[in-house]
T-cell receptor
Framework: DAGVIQSPRHEVTEMGQEVTLRCKPI?????LFWYRQTMMRGLELLIY????????DSGMPEDRFSAKMPNASFSTLKIQPSEPRDSAVYFC????????????????FGDGTRLSIL | AQSVTQPDIHITVSEGASLELRCNYS??????LFWYVQSPGQGLQLLLK??????LVQGIKGFEAEFKRSQSSFNLRKPSVHWSDAAEYFC?????????????FGSGTRLSIRP
């Protein structure tokens, strides 16, 4: 089975530019999560979707960050304008809700996008 | 405040030696507990999880973890490590019956293997 697919794997761009990160979740999964990982702050949840609807975006750092999920098989995380402090590895993860609660379902992670803002 | 603590930032063990990675949590009730592994350049992969029942949980790659309520711990163990086990290990918790967005990851323990 194909796992969570993220693109690009690496992105280097100059500050002020728009950056778009892409994610294809595992087919059949109805939860999608975006994380950011840095040495200083570890793994942070930015936003998550359920059935393509954003449920909790309280982790999104600023208005410069936005995320969309136009359909069950695709999501984007956009940064506009980008800043050097946005440099990090961004992970997408998906999971399925089985049973009473989704919180006990493990998340399946993509390999991440390593973003460098110069 | 709810928290997850992995007290060891970096551990080095010899190949073939036993391993124990520590994880402690602070919650009002027993949460759902997970261990993930992250190899360089890759995402996190689930090793094992605990929800209820038998407090000794078996996972993939020969790992196991033991839940100890009295100590609020969920330590990860492996009887004999292999060089391929070198990676970063994350403990994670989710409060029971809460939203998935409440997942909290520990700061991670980096495991190095001595030949």
């Amino acid at each position: 089975d194909a796992g969570v697919i993220q693109s690009p794997r690496h992105e280097v761009t100059e500050m002020g530019q728009e950056v778009t990160l892409r994610c294809k979740p595992i087919s059949g999964h109805d939860y999608l999560f975006w994380y950011r990982q840095t040495m200083m702050r570890g793994l942070e949840l930015l936003i998550y979707f359920n059935n393509n609807v954003p449920i909790d975006d309280s982790g999104m750092p600023e208005d410069r960050f936005s995320a969309k999920m136009p359909n069950a098989s695709f999501s984007t995380l956009k940064i506009q304008p980008s800043e050097p402090r946005d440099s990090a590895v961004y992970f997408c993860a998906s999971s399925s809700a089985q049973g009473v609660t989704e919180s006990n379902q493990p998340q399946h992670f993509g390999d991440g996008t390593r973003l460098s803002i110069l | 405040a709810q928290s997850v603590t992995q007290p060891d930032i970096h551990i080095t063990v010899s190949e073939g030696a036993s391993l124990e990675l520590r994880c402690n949590y602070s919650y009002g009730a027993t949460p759902y507990l997970f261990w993930y592994v992250q190899s360089p350049g890759q995402g996190l992969q689930l090793l094992l999880k605990y929800f209820s029942g038998d407090t000794l949980v078996q996972g993939i790659k020969g790992f196991e973890a033991e839940f100890k309520r009295s100590q609020s711990s969920f330590n990860l163990r492996k009887p004999s490590v292999h060089w391929s086990d070198a990676a970063e290990y994350f403990c994670a918790v989710v409060p029971i019956y809460s939203s998935a967005s409440k997942i909290i990851f520990g700061s991670g323990t980096r495991l190095s293997i001595r030949p």
